[in-house]
Antibody, heavy 120, light 107 residues
Framework: EVQLVESGGGLVQPGGSLRLSCAAS????????MDWVRQAPGKGLEWVGR??????????EYAASVKGRFIISRDDSKNSLSLQMNSLKTEDTAVYYC???????????WGQGTMVTVSS | DIQMTQSPSSLSASVGDRVTITCRAS??????LAWFQQKPGKAPKSLIY???SLQSGVPSNFSGSGSGTDFTLTISSLQPEDFATYYC?????????FGGGTKVEIK
């Protein structure tokens, strides 16, 4: 079964750091670009960033709201995607989803999400 | 950044109704447009890619159309399980952007 499972969410103080993980199974992880998307409570979806695959040098893209604070990385040997979040702000409070870019460049698989709460 | 504007933001409909949701891009995005369905407390589900192609397993009562700046998602006969919030997304250029969502409620 093709699956993405996020973990690592929790409560963190403003200015703190947190690392999220996304475990992939059931497909050739190394072939795919992988993204993070978040959703603040009661709000819509917001793209966070992307890591390309090895064939495209694992390059990354970020939303302006997180650039310089968040780092996306991957370990193809472990079928794992990570999101290192630093200098967290209250407005980073959200459910964070990982998503696979499938055929025709669009998302086809999403994880179940992990909640991050930034509060003092 | 490309702004994606969905309309309406919400609608009420009955089982069996035909429902149309519109998504407009602030500049041309060819057919790099996807639609997602999200139910409360759940992850989004991918419905349509490339504006009009159904993801595997998506019922045929869903369809998408459009190109350039104007797109539509149509549910030909609304089923009880279709009551949800629907989002469009452009993936033509960075940053990828989503529409604000359309909540489809039971009339």
């Amino acid at each position: 079964e093709v699956q993405l499972v996020e973990s690592g969410g929790g409560l963190v103080q403003p200015g703190g750091s947190l690392r999220l993980s996304c475990a992939a199974s059931g497909f050739t992880f190394s072939d795919h670009y992988m993204d993070w998307v978040r959703q603040a409570p009661g709000k819509g979806l917001e793209w966070v960033g992307r890591t390309r695959n090895k064939a495209n040098s694992y390059t990354t893209e970020y939303a302006a709201s997180v650039k310089g604070r968040f780092i996306i990385s991957r370990d193809d040997s472990k079928n794992s995607l990570s999101l290192q979040m630093n200098s967290l702000k209250t407005e980073d409070t959200a459910v964070y989803y990982c998503a696979r870019r499938g055929r025709a460049w669009a998302y086809d698989i999403w994880g179940q999400g992990t909640m991050v709460t930034v509060s003092s | 950044d490309i702004q994606m504007t969905q309309s309406p933001s919400s609608l009420s409909a009955s089982v069996g109704d035909r429902v149309t949701i519109t998504c407009r891009a602030s500049q041309g995005i060819s057919n790099y447009l996807a639609w997602f369905q999200q139910k409360p407390g759940k992850a989004p589900k991918s419905l349509i890619y490339a504006a009009s192609s159904l993801q595997s397993g998506v019922p045929s009562n869903f369809s998408g159309s459009g190109s350039g700046t104007d797109f539509t998602l149509t549910i030909s006969s609304l089923q009880p399980e279709d009551f949800a919030t629907y989002y469009c997304q452009q993936y033509n250029s960075y940053p990828l952007t989503f529409g604000g969502g359309t909540k489809v409620e039971i009339k």
